[in-house]
């Protein structure tokens, strides 16, 4: 049977990028470390978008606590590539959020008080 070029040279090299990177990822806590922090984590959330932010500052959480929890140095990113994603992750959130409140703002009808003041909810 014909093999595909660069297939099994792209599976060898994601093999290798795989024990990289969930060693620093996992450590001694088990392969699914990150995951399992990361499901956490989400569940404190009720919006499903909300949700998404929490899984992807979770995992880069649980990374954090391996890599600052050991002595070797990472494998990959550095620590401080880590807290750099997670503040990125947290700065498109609240952006996210700040226009999702703004979009539900707008949305309501503009309400008149008794002194003629017009107000948003």
Same mark, same amino acid.
């Not at 060898?12 to 024990?19: Q, R, S, T, V, Y």
């Not at 929890?69 to 503040?87: C, G, L, Q, V």
């Given at each position: 049977?014909?093999?595909?070029?660069?297939?099994?040279?792209?599976?060898?090299?994601?093999?290798?990028?795989?024990?990289?990177?969930?060693? @620093?990822?996992?450590? %001694?806590?088990?392969?699914?470390?990150?995951?399992?922090? /990361?499901? !956490?984590?989400?569940?404190?959330?009720?919006?499903?978008?909300?949700?998404v932010y929490a899984v992807m500052i979770g995992i880069k959480l649980?990374?954090?606590?391996?890599?600052?929890?050991?002595?070797?140095?990472?494998?990959?990113?550095?620590?401080? @590539?880590?807290?750099? %994603?997670?503040?990125?992750?947290?700065?498109?959130?609240? /952006?996210? !959020?700040?226009g999702r409140k703004d979009a539900r703002r707008n949305s309501m009808p503009n309400m008149q008080s008794q002194d003629?003041?017009?107000?948003?909810?």
């Amino acid at each position: 049977m014909p093999v595909i070029p660069g297939v099994l040279e792209t599976f060898e090299k994601l093999g290798k990028l795989h024990i990289i990177k969930n060693d @620093d990822y996992s450590g %001694d806590r088990g392969p699914f470390f990150n995951f399992n922090c /990361a499901e !956490y984590i989400s569940s404190w959330f009720s919006n499903a978008k909300d949700k998404v932010y929490a899984v992807m500052i979770g995992i880069k959480l649980a990374r954090l606590a391996i890599l600052l929890s050991s002595s070797k140095a990472p494998n990959n990113e550095s620590i401080e @590539d880590s807290f750099d %994603d997670a503040i990125v992750y947290m700065t498109i959130w609240k /952006a996210d !959020y700040v226009g999702r409140k703004d979009a539900r703002r707008n949305s309501m009808p503009n309400m008149q008080s008794q002194d003629g003041i017009t107000n948003q909810y």
